[in-house]
């Protein structure tokens, strides 16, 4: 599909994963037109419950790939931990967006860092940490407390750990199992704060409103959109996201992180070059939400407003909290989100509930 030319209605997008991120990109794709067809290891999932199709095959299955491309117009995906090399298999056969470099990029936290000091953006001092005496040297040049974390595969505040002032070092090393690791200097900070940006085709970028985002457990809980933030600091922000994803040459989205400092700088933690968590607030509030943004940008369509016409909340419904859908239901201004999951457990995301209220200043 050449780049200045839109996938018509009617083509098939291919979705490689199955979670919940999956499920709302697809129900989006619907809304314009087009089919979706979702790969994934595990069978029957969120994404494959409102999908035409689903490949159920490893990632490291060149053949099921190989089918998989034939089968679709283009091959996008909703979350990163995905083998690059099975990218650059697609990326062959199928335009992939984003491209298996920008998933390259992001899915190694040292990478990742490199990548935004190269910009010239600030991030949390770090170091990358490959033994216990590398972790030990780099505890005397960033100081305790510090967060050592492994390079890849960590998410919801899995595959990390702070080291305080008498913690073992040793100890939090050995709870790696010998992963390669970064040690990041313990930012003071005042508030997470998240920006989401939508890139086309041609170049075009479309940032969402920067939102505020507070954790319970490692796991997001609560985002409230707009965050309380000067409007230079929300720029600022929403700038940072813009050059890394023109730097990055990424069609799709970019979700990016930060920490607001004490003393009113901006730390960039991580990205995710895909709908993000803290963006669930715009299916309610925005003239078009992420999912869409994310549908528009790999179909070659032109992007969207992202204006947001309403303030809002969004919680995370955790676990149990799926007990609460009675009551959420009878709740003036709130709107549900449910992800099809089954089964309920300690940690899992079940769905979220977007509480909409009247436009504010910020």
């Known amino acids: 599909m050449p780049a200045e030319r839109a996938l018509p209605a009617g083509g098939t997008i291919g ?20 089919r979706c067809h979702v790969y994934c290891p595990e069978g029957e999932g969120p994404a494959s419950q409102v999908a035409a199709a ?108 702070k080291i305080g002032a008498d913690d073992d070092a040793a100890q939090a ?25 939508a890139r086309g085709q041609d170049g075009a970028t479309a940032c969402f409103d920067v939102v505020e985002n507070r954790h319970k457990n490692h796991i997001l809980d609560v985002t409230l959109a707009p965050a309380a933030l000067p409007a230079a600091l929300a720029g600022e922000a929403q700038a940072i996201a813009a050059a890394a994803a023109r730097a990055l040459d990424l069609v799709g989205l970019l979700a990016v992180e930060l920490f607001v400092s004490r003393d009113g700088r901006l730390l960039v933690n991580e990205m995710a070059p895909r709908p993000h968590n803290s963006g669930h607030w715009t299916m309610n509030a925005c003239q078009t939400d992420q999912f869409e943004q994310l549908v528009r940008a790999v179909c070659g369509l032109p992007l969207g407003s992202p204006a947001r016409f309403a303030d809002a909340e969004m919680t995370n419904l955790i676990g149990d909290d799926i007990l609460t859908v009675p009551a ?12 099809g999951k089954a089964e309920a457990r300690p940690g899992r995301k079940m769905g979220h509930v977007n509480r909409i209220r009247p436009l504010s200043s910020f």
């Open 15 to 34: 979705i490689i994963g199955g979670g919940q991120l999956g499920r709302m990109t697809a129900l989006a794709a619907a809304r314009l037109g087009y």
């Open 54 to 161: 689903l490949t159920t095959a490893a990632y490291e299955d060149e053949a099921a790939l190989a089918a998989f491309a034939a089968a679709v117009d283009v091959v996008t995906f909703e979350f990163e931990n995905i083998p690059a090399a099975s990218v650059r298999v697609l990326e062959r056969l199928v335009p992939v967006r984003p491209g298996w470099r920008v998933l390259d990029t992001a899915q190694d936290r040292v990478v990742e860092k490199r990548f935004f000091n190269g910009l010239g953006i600030a991030t949390a001092p770090w170091r990358a940490v490959n033994s216990l005496a590398g972790l030990n040297q780099a505890l005397a040049e960033l100081g305790r407390p510090a967060v050592l974390k492994t390079t890849r595969f960590g998410y919801d505040g899995k595959g990390q750990s």
């Open 173 to 197: 090393w050995r709870a790696l199992n010998g992963a390669p690791a970064i040690l990041e200097g313990f930012v003071d900070f005042e508030r997470e704060v998240s920006v989401i940006v």
């Open 328 to 339: 959420l239901l009878a709740e003036p201004g709130a709107h549900l989100h449910l992800y």
